[in-house]
């Protein structure tokens, strides 16, 4: 009974994994076909001849690899700004006793349930006052809105975990707050930090309404936005350029989860359990 309920627990399992596999597999195979095999009547599994015409094509005659830039700073830009200020904010709302802490803290949580869409407009209209409208500025700051609270409430989680004897000890020794912080605090809080850099880098990479509603111009536009404008339009869609395109985009995320998988797990098992 026993070997039964496992043999069809991996079943299901095994038959999930493929069904959310099978698109990332046909992205790849797609963008690998030569133009007469994309739409045979039935599909090729597999490619009977193997191109990399349509990422020379992407590289040379778009401009992805500007809205490839685009899409690197803005990512990486969000994510330091936002871990940098959640931090500093985490350490305040465990570490230091004032009136409305507590309230602090929820409030922070309320504000990440809001949709992220209500902002748009008044935003819009922030950014035109301040003269940073189709600009990356403008993005940056509008994804820290959404991104912020959440990471905030993270590292908080993380934040209480830490033991306040720890940073007590070295406040005897003679260490300054500052240098408690970062001799004690931060090389504790290093998994949280990860897994919250993590969860806003890949936010920022793939948001496409802000981007779409914010920003204009073509020397602004992050990939998301950049390559529907590029390869759609109401009466053509490049498909092979298309497929190939969200290979490549695919490919920043793929390297951030190689190297950072062991920090990730070990991240969200500590926020699962201290939060």
């Known amino acids: 009974m026993k070997m039964s309920r496992r043999i069809l627990f991996n079943v299901i399992a ?4 493929l069904a959310v596999a099978f698109p990332l597999f046909w992205m790849i195979v797609t963008s690998l076909k030569p133009g007469f095999e994309l739409f045979r009547r039935p599909p090729t599994m597999l490619p009977e001849t193997v191109t990399f015409e349509h990422y020379w094509r992407l590289l040379s005659e778009t401009p992805f690899l500007l809205y490839f830039r685009n899409s690197v700073i803005l ?10 200020i959640g931090t500093l904010g985490a350490y305040s709302l465990v570490r230091f006793r004032y009136r409305g802490r507590e309230s602090l803290a929820f409030l922070v949580l309320f504000t990440y349930l809001l949709p992220s869409v209500v902002l748009i407009i008044p935003l819009y209209l922030f950014m035109v006052k301040l ?3 189709n600009t990356i500025t403008s993005l940056v700051i509008a994804y820290t809105t959404f991104a912020l609270p959440y990471a905030l409430w993270l590292l908080r989680s993380f934040m209480a975990g830490i033991p306040e004897d720890l940073e007590s000890a070295a406040l005897v020794d003679g260490a300054s707050r500052l240098g408690a912080f970062r001799d004690v605090i931060l090389p504790q809080l290093l998994p949280g930090i990860i897994s919250t850099a993590l969860f806003t880098f890949i936010l920022a990479w793939n948001e496409y309404l802000y981007a779409l509603v914010l920003v204009n111009s073509d020397g602004a536009r992050p990939l998301t936005t950049g390559v529907m404008t590029m390869l759609i339009s109401a009466f053509n869609i490049e498909w092979s350029l ?9 490919v920043p995320l793929i390297i951030v989860f190689a190297f950072l998988q062991s920090y990730l797990t070990r991240g969200f098992g500590a926020g699962a359990v201290k939060g």
Do not use: H, K, N, Y
């Not at 095994?14 to 994994?17: E, F, K, N, R």
């Not at 298309?242 to 695919?250: E, K």
């Open 75 to 84: 990512a990486s830009a969000t994510t330091v700004v936002v871990v940098g």
């Open 242 to 250: 298309l497929m190939a395109a969200s290979v490549m985009m695919s």
């Open 14 to 17: 095994w038959g999930l994994v």
């Open 131 to 133: 003269g940073l409208s």
